[in-house]
């Protein structure tokens, strides 16, 4: 068969498919109510078991708690710092502490709450599958699960954070040290952008896990007392809230306003937390080689 036929075969079987498909979504939608787009009920019936968010709220409200209460008492030890003979006696073990609260009780909570009906999305089900859902219920496939780091990166690359970032300008300007917008202070969304891809390019080589990318974002969010404009960047995206959240989770269901209103009680602290503890060692061992 030379590549002309080849091609024409391949054309006439793509719009004999194109004609089932549509045949199929008619049939559906008259017998069963069922159209592109829309999941069956019986989709999500298996996790309806975990539609109480409430607990994972309040997990969040006592994790913000602490760190809060330990923020607090790291500040009020550095303010009694007066000269560097004093500094030697404070114990950093409160640096430490907050460190840990941070990495593994706050940045878990949250996690586990924007986790909360989070799935990624099959472009095979919405093209291919969705027209028959209803007549094949059996064989729809569950939905994988999603990590809520992967919804950031979606963000990034939804925004075109790449090219935001490597953009000539930006590359000149952190060349020689100076402000990448002058004078006018970075926009969350810049500011978002640069972050993801901080955390891509310093994790991705070491080959870390979501949760360790995830826990670097969220130290970087509270360093620059950006922890809620972020995430509400996030929430408002919504493209990515109904491409990705079932239609019972907590972000479809609340837009996630209480857990931004916890999360403000650290928004005036002050963060000095470090990013890179995931890789640090890592980098160490790389750079003496």
């Not at 007066?82 to 502490?97: A, F, K, M, N, T």
């Not at 470090?274 to 750079?287: G, W, Y």
Request: proline share 6%; glycine share 4%; net charge positive.
């Amino acid at each position: 068969v030379n590549p002309e036929d080849a091609r024409r075969m391949r054309d006439t079987g793509l719009q004999l498919m194109r004609r089932v498909l549509a045949v199929l979504q008619i049939f559906a939608v008259s017998q069963f109510g069922c159209a592109t787009g829309q999941i069956p009920r019986t989709f999500w019936q298996k996790d309806q078991d975990n539609k109480d968010f409430s607990p994972l709220v309040k997990k969040l409200e006592l994790s913000v708690e602490r760190v809060r209460q330990l923020a607090l008492k790291q500040q009020q030890q550095a303010e009694h710092v007066i000269c560097s003979s004093e500094l030697q006696d404070v114990p950093l073990g409160g640096r430490d502490e907050l460190t840990l609260a941070v990495r593994r009780e706050l940045t878990v909570a949250l996690r586990d709450l924007l986790a909360h009906g989070l799935y990624a999305s099959s472009p095979g089900m919405s093209l291919v599958l969705a027209p028959i859902a209803c007549l094949l219920p059996a064989f729809t496939p569950s939905p994988r699960a999603m990590h809520p780091w992967e919804l950031f990166v979606k963000y990034y690359q939804a925004k075109n954070g790449q090219a935001f970032v490597e953009s000539p300008a930006r590359k000149l300007s952190q060349s020689f040290g100076l402000p990448v917008t002058g004078a006018v202070a970075a926009t969350p969304k810049q500011s978002l952008l640069a972050a993801i891809h901080a955390v891509l390019t310093e994790h991705g080589p070491f080959k870390r896990s979501a949760d360790s990318e995830l826990k670097a974002l969220v130290c970087m969010a509270l360093n620059e007392q950006r922890l809620v404009s972020w995430l509400n960047l996030l929430c408002k995206s919504g493209a990515l809230v109904q491409t990705h959240y079932q239609p019972w989770s907590y972000m479809a269901h609340t837009g996630f306003e209480s857990a931004l209103t916890l999360l403000s009680r650290l928004s005036s602290l002050k963060f000095n937390l470090p990013v890179d503890l995931a890789v640090r060692q890592l980098k160490n061992i790389k750079d003496a080689f």
